[in-house]
């Protein structure tokens, strides 16, 4: 059975840096594309970053660019999203999803406010 389960999120202050992770069970993570996605408050879910079955392509949303990092560690079965400089606008739930199972974990919260 395919799980995933998040952590890592909670409340930082503007300019601060988070590290979400993301334990898999039931497939293996270097086994598939996987996926970043968040939900703002009052909107729909978008997609934050990518990274293909290879671990080579990596995809980031223009407004995450060059501030959020995905990668993943085959040994832990993890993915992670690490972000920096974070801003009020990354407000958000943040789910991980492999796309191939159609799954997602239950999201954790990322709040940045002062």
């Known amino acids: 059975q395919v799980q995933l389960v998040e952590s890592g999120g909670g409340l930082v202050q503007p300019g601060g840096s988070l590290t979400l992770s993301c334990a898999a069970s039931?497939?293996?993570?270097?086994?598939?594309?996987m996926n970043w996605v968040r939900q703002l408050p009052g909107k729909e879910r978008e997609l934050v970053a990518q990274?293909?079955?290879?671990?080579?392509?990596?995809n980031y949303a223009d407004s995450v660019k060059g501030r959020f990092t995905i990668s993943r560690d085959k040994a832990k079965n993890t993915l992670y999203l690490q972000m920096n400089n974070l801003r009020p606008a990354d407000t958000a739930v943040y789910y991980c999803?492999?796309?191939?199972?159609?799954?997602w974990g239950q999201g954790t919260q990322v709040t940045v406010s002062s």
């Open positions: 999803a492999v796309p191939f199972f159609g799954s």
């Open positions: 039931g497939f293996t993570v270097s086994d598939y594309d």
């Open positions: 990274i293909d079955i290879h671990g080579i392509d990596t």
